[in-house]
């Protein structure tokens, strides 16, 4: 049988580890040719010491690649500027002459309660999150509008989707990628380029560092252990090939053997009043007409805070 990514090209940026170390192996075994991009830090941005890590997680994942028969660099920059990110795709093309996909997977923690957080903690998220998509997408787009075509993969959160405590940072950055990604498959649908969004559940190191203090947070961890990386990959492999080719602009999320298509905002309720509206007639008239539809303040329970720090 012919492999879904036989002679492709394709960036996965954190993969050093968890989803996109997954991601990288399965390309692989399906015929791309990988770039495993990971700087290899701790999630909070400190260098990893010889005992964590006595082999770059990114030489790690190739070796294993290679190992298997398969063909992978590894690259070490950041996503986090615009030079660096160039950097990325810049090796892709140095060592395979192409790029067909990208895979947004980069990320870090810095969880705090939202009146807690300082200003590091939110621009530290941001810039690795958000900013490290767009420039990685931005860099790997003059390239797919060239050769007309291409394909981007970005990993959202429930977090941002339906929310979650301790998160502002991580939340707003991963709801701002949603949008990001949906203007992608607009502005570049044109070039036969798609644009998507994967929210995974699963465990890996960034769900790791979640404290199992009370009986109900062993729980949840043991639940979440349930959910191996290796269940995403699967998705993301799919939305990078051929026979996505009518697949953009969409958000999935994927949990253990479940695949769910999520919902994007859209109207659920209108009022009008002709006479125009005050804001006595709101508190009267429009409110309570559309209080049913509200939606509760829900936590998602698949992320991978914790209670507010």
């Not at 991009?37 to 890590?53: H, K, W």
């Not at 160039?86 to 996909?101: K, S, V, Y």
């Not at 829900?298 to 992320?303: A, C, N």
Request: proline share 4%; hydrophobic share 45%; charged share 20%.
């Amino acid at each position: 049988m012919e492999r879904m990514m036989e002679g492709k090209v394709v960036v996965v940026t954190g993969a050093g580890g968890g989803i996109g170390r997954e991601i990288a192996l399965q390309l692989a075994a399906e015929g791309a040719k990988v770039v495993v991009n990971d700087i290899g830090v701790a999630l909070n941005g400190d260098n990893l010491s010889a005992d964590e890590a006595p082999v770059a997680p990114a030489d790690g994942v190739v070796a294993e690649i290679r190992a298997a028969g398969g063909t992978a660099v590894a690259n070490f920059d950041s996503v986090a500027t615009h030079a660096s990110a160039n950097a990325i795709i810049q090796c892709a093309m140095d060592e395979f002459g192409r790029i067909d996909g990208v895979v947004n997977n980069a990320g870090n923690l810095r969880d705090r309660s939202f009146h807690k957080m300082s200003e590091d903690e939110w621009r530290s998220v941001i810039a690795v999150h958000l900013d490290g998509t767009f420039f990685v997408s931005r860099s790997a787009a003059a390239h797919f509008r060239e050769q007309e075509g291409g394909a981007m993969v970005h990993m959202t959160s429930t977090s941002g989707l339906i929310g979650n405590y301790g998160q502002a940072n991580y939340g707003a950055a991963k709801l701002g990628i949603v949008a990001l990604s949906k203007m992608i498959a607009l502005d570049m649908g044109r070039y036969n380029v798609r644009s998507n969004c994967i929210a995974p559940s699963a465990w890996s190191r960034m769900t790791s560092s979640i404290p199992t203090d009370t009986p109900q947070q062993r729980d949840r961890v043991e639940k979440l252990k349930k959910m191996e990386a290796g269940k995403i990959a699967p998705m993301a492999v799919y939305l990078l090939s051929d026979a996505a080719r009518e697949v953009s602009g969409q958000i999935f999320a994927v949990r253990a053997n479940e695949i769910m298509l999520m919902s994007q905002p859209r109207p659920l309720r209108s009022v009008h009043f002709s006479e125009g509206w005050t804001p006595q007639r709101i508190a009267e008239i429009a409110i309570p007409a559309m209080q049913k539809h509200f939606y509760p303040l829900e936590r998602s329970p698949d992320v991978m805070s914790w209670d507010p720090i």
